[in-house]
Structure formats: structure tokens, C-alpha cells
């Protein structure tokens, strides 16, 4: 099989970037990788091998524990922002960067609140665009035509699936660059996953996606790019076909063919 | 780890190594039908290709079922997509050896044209390539599976040599073009089943390798050249 490596623009860039948790447990080696711009890249490899470490990074999510520490560095283009440093306000990285949970997170508010949330906490957002944001949001997560005459209803009256495309919904009102998504399906049944992938897919069409799975069936069918991590380390990224098909990598192999992990 | 997946790849080869050997019967006895002049030789293998198509058939459900059940990756992907193929490239053999006992049959209508030596020669050579190259997928052998490719030409070189011979044949004399044309199709039905062993060792160069060296000409013979 022949590969065309036209190396597609970056939207962001892990460079030697480690990680420590409460300052002496390293979870991330000294990780160099790349995220194309408007592409998905998968995150695989198995429990505790800092894939959700990585993830978190890209959005700051470890601040929210003391003494956790990261070395290096994670560019974001195209202004170069480096996003692990601390002089950087973590609430800037998170309106360009959203992030989307195992378990669906909505907050114990309307259906409308959710997706306004960050819209109002960004401010200068006026009340007469603000339903037109939420209605744009909610159709960008594929949700509009369930929920249009039920704005007003209590978010965790929706099904898992739709909660799902709800909180989707709300990191996309921002207008992010990139979305993270920490195993959005795990709780999910087949068919909201397959509703889910779908919208991965939609979605990278304009916005970076970067997703971890313990799916690999998921993995191959929603990304472009496969990064496999073991024990911390960065082992193979690749092409996604070339990872599922002829990994270069012994241990990415075993991984992906179900020999370890 | 021993895994579930494991065993049913390992019965998938097995079936394949079946339907190799009965294929390989196949070119054998229609070859030794040919020389012995064996009617009813020819028309047992005639009978016998609709056991290697069920085989191909039995085969192409089982690695329907695993790629849809175990979804396979990497090396164990490209052991399911080969075997698949390699079981269509086997039942085209079988179709050839079958072709090979109609024209024996026909054949066997007249004296026989003259003593058969070329054919034979090439018949072992052929069956040699299809053993190697079912050799080499078992036990993924690239360089056998490579060694197969090369030898491709010398059959197609005693093809043409074949041909030749035939031809002085029906210029020497036009009676003898019904059966000089009989054993040229012969000769081109060999030829044919040593292109098919050829497809299969460039399929295990791809299962072992990942690398497609398939309609590359001229053939990658090297590791270094791609």
C-alpha cells in the first residue's frame, strides 16, 4: 500500500512534553506529537498507558489539581500559544479548546442554559444573537430537531445519547478549534454511538478533533491518524489505515491485533 | 496470550493447506492422464473440481465470518484478506487442471502427436511453484514466496519453447493441427496455473511484508528496492 505523507498543517504540537502527577509520579515521556489541523487523530493504547494524561493536557485539565507538573511544551497554532504554560489563563485555552466527557456532564439546568453557559461567560455575546448561538450549537451537534420545542426542559431528561450531543453541543457554542473527546461512547448504547461517530465525522471537516479510545473498531473508523502510547511514551503515530493494516511498530502490532493490552 | 482468534486462524490455514493439496492432486492427475493416455482419469478430475469449489466456497464464508466477528488487525487482517484470495487463486488452478483433462479427452480421440516430454517438465516445475508458494504461506516464508515469483519465468519460457515445437508440427504436416493446437492449449493452461502460484507468493510477500508487489514489473524481487 503506498501512503501520500503530505504532511498536513498542525493545529497543535506536543514538543518533549512529560508530565507529573502531584509532582513525582510521571505519567507522560517526554511526548513529541502533532495534531493536524481539521483532522481526528485517535489516542489507543491500554489503561494507564497517559493517553487521557495527554488529552488533559491540551486543555489545561490537570490545573485543577495541585502539584501536578508539566515539562515542555504544547504549541497551538497558528499563534504558537504555548498551552501548558501557567502565565497562559487556563479559561482562554478552553474556550479554543473544548472537551467532551466519558459520562455525559450536562449541568442540572434547562437545555438552553447548557449550551448558553459559556456563551454568557464569554460575555459580550448580546441576548438577541444568543438564541441564534444555541440554535446554530444544538444543530452542529446534530440535536436541534429533538430538542427545538423543549428548550426550557431539564437536561437530564434527555437520553444518554442526546445528553451526549448536548454537551457537545455546549463545547461547540464557543466556536472551538479543536475538541477533545475522552471516550465519548463508553456509556453510550450502538446506536447513539454510531450517531456520535458520525458527527466526529461531520465535525473534523472544520475542527481538530482529538479522541481516546479503548474502541479500536472506533479508533479506525472515525480518525485519520492513530497515535499509540505505552507506559507513558509516544510508540507509533501514523496514518490510521497504516496502524490497522501494517503498524511499523512490534508492539503497536501486538496492540492492535489484541495480543496484549 | 493465547487468544480466541488464534485458533480460528490456525483451523483457516488448515483449510487452506486441504484445498492446496487437493488442488495440487488435480494439476497431477491431469498431467498423468494426459501421458497415460487415461480417459477415465480425466474424467474423475473433471468430476472432483466441484469439491475444490465448495472448499473455496466454505473458505470465503469463514474469513466472511471472521472479519465480521473477530475484526481483525495489522498481521492477522492481512492473513484473512490472503487466505481469501489465495482460495480463489487455487480453485482457478483446479478450473485449469480441469480444462487440461477436456483437451486430454479430445485428445484421446487420435494417436497420440508425439512423446510428451516438454509438458511433463513443466508440469513439475509448475506444481513445484504451487507447493513453494502454498509453503510459503504457511509457514510466512517471504523469501520462498519471492524464489516462486522468480521461477515464473522459466515456465513461460518452455511455454514458448512448446509453442514452437508445435508449430514445426502443423507446418510439416496440417493433419496434426487439431491436436497440435489441443496440447498448445495444454501448454497454456500450465502456463496459467504457474501465474496463479505466482499471484499467491505475491499475496504471502504482502501478508508477511505489507508490501504490494503485486503488477510491478518487473517483480520486486528485493527487500531494498522499494
Known amino acids: ?20 502527577y502531584g509532582g513525582t509520579v510521571q505519567a507522560l515521556k517526554s511526548i513529541s506529537l502533532g495534531l493536524p489541523d481539521r483532522h481526528a487523530t485517535a489516542l489507543i493504547g491500554p489503561s494507564g498507558c497517559g493517553k487521557t494524561t495527554y488529552l488533559r493536557c491540551l486543555n489545561r485539565m490537570h490545573d485543577l489539581y495541585p502539584g501536578n507538573r508539566y515539562e515542555g511544551v504544547v504549541l497551538l497554532y497558528p499563534d504558537e500559544v504555548n498551552i501548558v504554560d501557567h502565565a497562559i489563563d487556563p479559561i482562554e485555552i478552553r474556550l479554543r479548546v473544548g472537551m467532551v466527557f466519558q459520562k455525559p456532564n450536562p449541568f442540572p439546568t434547562s437545555i438552553y442554559e447548557n449550551v448558553a453557559y459559556g456563551l454568557r461567560i464569554r460575555g459580550a455575546v448580546p441576548r438577541s444573537e444568543l438564541d441564534g448561538a444555541v440554535e446554530q450549537a444544538l444543530r452542529d451537534a446534530a440535536l436541534w430537531p429533538e430538542v427545538k420545542d423543549r428548550l426550557r426542559d431539564l437536561a437530564f431528561n434527555l437520553s444518554g445519547g442526546q445528553q451526549q450531543r448536548l454537551c457537545i453541543a455546549r463545547a461547540l457554542a464557543t466556536g472551538p478549534e479543536m475538541l477533545l473527546f475522552d471516550e465519548p461512547t463508553s456509556a453510550l448504547d450502538p446506536t447513539a454511538t454510531a450517531r456520535i461517530e458520525e458527527l466526529v465525522t461531520e465535525l473534523k471537516q472544520r475542527i481538530t478533533i482529538v479522541i481516546v479510545t479503548h474502541n479500536m473498531q472506533q479508533a479506525a473508523r472515525v480518525s485519520d491518524y492513530t497515535a499509540f502510547m505505552y507506559e507513558g511514551e509516544l510508540v507509533e503515530c501514523d496514518r490510521t489505515e497504516k496502524i490497522f493494516t501494517n503498524p511499523s511498530n512490534k508492539l503497536t502490532e501486538e496492540y492492535v491485533t489484541g495480543r496484549f493490552g | 496470550m493465547q487468544r480466541h482468534i488464534d485458533q480460528e486462524l490456525a483451523d483457516l490455514k488448515s483449510q487452506i493447506l486441504r484445498m492446496g493439496a487437493l488442488v495440487e492432486e488435480q494439476i497431477q492427475g491431469s498431467i498423468k492422464a494426459l501421458v497415460d493416455r487415461d480417459v477415465d482419469l480425466a474424467s474423475r478430475i473433471i468430476e472432483r473440481d466441484a469439491l475444490v469449489n465448495s472448499m473455496d466456497v466454505d473458505i470465503d464464508e469463514n474469513c466472511m465470518r471472521l472479519l465480521a466477528l473477530q475484526a481483525p488487525a495489522a498481521r492477522d487482517l492481512r492473513f484473512v484478506t490472503t487466505a481469501m484470495k489465495i482460495s480463489t487463486e487455487l480453485e482457478r488452478m483446479s478450473d485449469l487442471a480441469e480444462n487440461i483433462c477436456e483437451r486430454v479427452i479430445e485428445l484421446n480421440e487420435e494417436p497420440q502427436l508425439k ?27 517471504a523469501v520462498l514466496a519471492r524464489k516462486v515469483c522468480a521461477d515464473d519465468d522459466f515456465v513461460d519460457n518452455l511455454t514458448h519453447q512448446l509453442f514452437r515445437e508445435l508449430l514445426s508440427f502443423m507446418i510439416e504436416n496440417p493433419g496434426t493441427i487439431t491436436r497440435a493446437i489441443r496440447l498448445t492449449f495444454i501448454g497454456k493452461y500450465l502456463e496459467r496455473i504457474a501465474d496463479h502460484a505466482t499471484n499467491v507468493a505475491e499475496l504471502v510477500v504482502y501478508m508477511v511484508e505489507g508490501k504490494i508487489v503485486r503488477h510491478t514489473t518487473p517483480p520486486v524481487l528485493s527487500d531494498n528496492e522499494t
Open chain 2, 115 to 141: 512423446p510428451y516430454i516438454d509438458i511433463p517438465r513443466m508440469a513439475n516445475w509448475t506444481m513445484q511453484m504451487v507447493r513453494e508458494s502454498l509453503d510459503a504461506f504457511v509457514r510466512s516464508n
Open chain 1, 1 to 20: 500500500m503506498t501512503y501520500v505523507d503530505t504532511k498536513p498543517a498542525l493545529k497543535a504540537e506536543a514538543q518533549k512534553l512529560s508530565f507529573y
